[in-house]
């Protein structure tokens, strides 16, 4: 188990929690890290914030990640919002620009852990580390200028949406991904190859409509 108190290093040490007997407590949660890390995508997205040495999924960084040169960590943690199975929040904290990925403590599905690994990652912290990273700043900079003014005038046009700011943040991110169908492009190939792996058959119609599952929007 990897424990980080100083929060200089990519934190999963929660996703291998063990109970009394020794046992990982959500071993789906486990097999699930583990895919995506020992996946080219999702140690591509790892190594940004990875500490020089640090090892994950039995790979061990080579040197600093980009994203850690600039006191930028990612974290996992257990999701405790009834309402959703995960989510993903950019906070500064103590002088560190800190990206918690949530993720269910219950049991389940790998794959659902994994298309949920895949969806925070690849659409919410990647638009929010692009974000901060070129300037320090949580200014929008990653998305498109007519994305946020469409989204912005939904939310104005609409009384009972007004105020609701995590949802309209996540709703841009949201409408930058369909646009840059980034998630669909980088993941799909890896969600493929777990099935096939597992011997699961499944279309490529089914895989990408559960991959984009939680990317809901509208026009």
């Not at 993903?88 to 298309?115: C, P, Q």
């Not at 939904?154 to 009972?160: A, V």
Request: neutral net charge; without cysteine.
């Amino acid at each position: 188990m990897f424990i980080d108190p100083k929060g200089e290093e990519i934190d999963f040490s929660w996703i291998y929690s063990k109970n009394a007997q020794g046992n990982y407590v959500n071993q789906s949660l486990v097999d699930a890290f583990e895919f995506f890390a020992g996946s080219e995508e999702g140690r591509k997205f790892l190594a940004d914030y990875a500490k020089k040495g640090q090892t994950i999924g039995g790979y061990t960084f080579k040197e600093n990640g980009k994203y850690h040169n600039k006191k930028m960590d990612l974290v996992y943690k257990a999701n405790n919002n009834r309402n959703r199975d995960a989510g993903a929040r950019s906070v500064m904290e103590n002088g560190r620009f800190v990206s918690t990925i949530f993720l269910s403590k219950n049991g389940g599905l790998t794959e659902r852990h994994l298309e949920d690994m895949a969806h925070e990652s690849f659409i919410h912290v990647r638009l929010d580390g692009k974000d901060y990273y070129d300037n320090g700043l949580m200014d929008l900079s990653s998305l498109d200028k007519d994305l946020i003014k469409y989204v912005d005038d939904y939310y104005k046009n609409n009384d009972d949406k007004k105020g609701y700011y995590p949802q309209r943040a996540n709703l841009k991110q949201h409408f930058q991904d369909d646009r840059e169908n980034y998630l669909f492009k980088t993941f799909f190939d890896s969600m493929k190859s777990y099935y096939q792996k597992k011997g699961i058959r499944k279309s490529d119609d089914s895989i990408k409509e559960e991959l984009l599952r939680g990317r809901q929007i509208s026009k």
